[in-house]
C-alpha cells in the first residue's frame, strides 16, 4: 500500500505561483509513476502531469505546459508541483496520484491505483 499527503494549495492572484508537495509513504519502492490531476466543479478530473520514478520522464497537460513542473525528490519520497503563471481556469482541486505498473495511458485517471485527498488551489482574476 502507498499513502499520499498533499500539501501547498490556497489562494493567489492570477500571474502568481504556487508549489504543491506530496509526500509519499509505504511500498514507495514499487511506484513506476506519480503525477497530478486536478477536478474543477463540475467538470471532469483532468491530467496537469507525470514523472516516471526511474529515469525521471515527464509529461505534461498542454495547458499547462511552459507554466508547471513536475519534480520528485527520492530521498524524501516527495513529487512537487511547481506552478507559474497561473490562471483563474486554473482554479481546481489537485490530486497527487501514484501507480506501480507501466502504462501508455499516463493521462487516464483509471490507470492510478493509488490517490491523495486533494488540495485546493482558487486562483482570483
Known amino acids: 500500500q502507498v499513502q499520499l499527503v498533499e500539501s501547498g494549495g490556497g489562494l493567489v492572484q492570477a500571474g502568481g505561483s504556487l508549489r504543491l508537495s506530496c509526500a509519499a509513504s509505504g511500498r514507495t519502492f514499487s511506484m513506476y509513476a506519480m503525477g497530478w490531476f486536478r477536478q474543477a466543479p463540475g467538470k471532469e478530473r483532468e491530467f496537469v502531469a507525470v514523472i516516471r520514478c526511474r529515469g525521471g520522464s515527464t509529461d505534461y497537460a498542454d495547458s499547462v505546459k511552459g507554466r508547471f513542473t513536475i519534480t520528485k525528490d527520492n530521498a524524501k519520497n516527495t513529487v512537487y508541483l511547481q506552478m507559474n503563471s497561473l490562471k483563474p481556469e486554473d482554479t481546481a482541486g489537485y490530486y497527487c496520484?501514484?501507480?506501480?505498473?507501466?502504462?501508455?495511458?499516463?493521462?487516464?485517471?483509471?490507470?492510478?491505483?493509488?490517490w491523495g485527498q486533494g488540495t485546493q488551489v482558487t486562483v482570483s482574476s
Open positions: 496520484v501514484a501507480d506501480a505498473r507501466y502504462s501508455g495511458r499516463y493521462d487516464d485517471p483509471g490507470q492510478y491505483e493509488y
